[in-house]
Nanobody
């Protein structure tokens, strides 16, 4: 089992920055990819960013939704088993509940940008006012 706990959400103004954190615990050695997704009210959950590799990997490939490319950055601190989402130049349309997700090793090849992921955090609210 893997447990994920997000933090760092809040209420900000348009143009501001926030950094979300996702701390992983449990069988973290089994993780081969991490992702961030978000869900706005009345909308389906959507992909935001992903990084391949686990906390024992020295590097990984990153992927971003077009809507956040150039503004958001996903990164990882292996020593802390934590993944971050740095969000800059926030817009009102970024308002959503943000979820961290982890993918573990399996025999199935899956796109880093698409569900399903194996474990999910509880979500953290990000609200951007205009």
């Amino acid at each position: 089992q893997v447990q994920l706990v997000e933090s760092g959400g809040g209420l900000v103004q348009a143009g501001d920055s926030l950094r979300l954190s996702c701390a992983a615990s449990g069988r973290t050695f089994s993780i081969v990819g991490m992702g961030w997704f978000r869900q706005a009210p009345g909308k389906e959950r959507e992909f935001v960013a992903a990084m391949t590799g686990g906390f024992t990997w020295s590097s990984g490939s990153t992927y971003y939704a077009d809507s956040v490319k150039g503004r958001f950055t996903i990164s990882r601190d292996n020593a802390k088993n934590t993944v971050y989402l740095q969000m800059n130049t926030l817009k009102p349309e970024d308002t959503a509940v943000y979820y961290c997700a982890a993918r573990i090793l399996s025999g199935v090849v899956r796109s880093p940008t698409a569900e399903p992921y194996d474990y999910w955090g509880q979500g953290t609210q990000v609200t951007v006012s205009s």
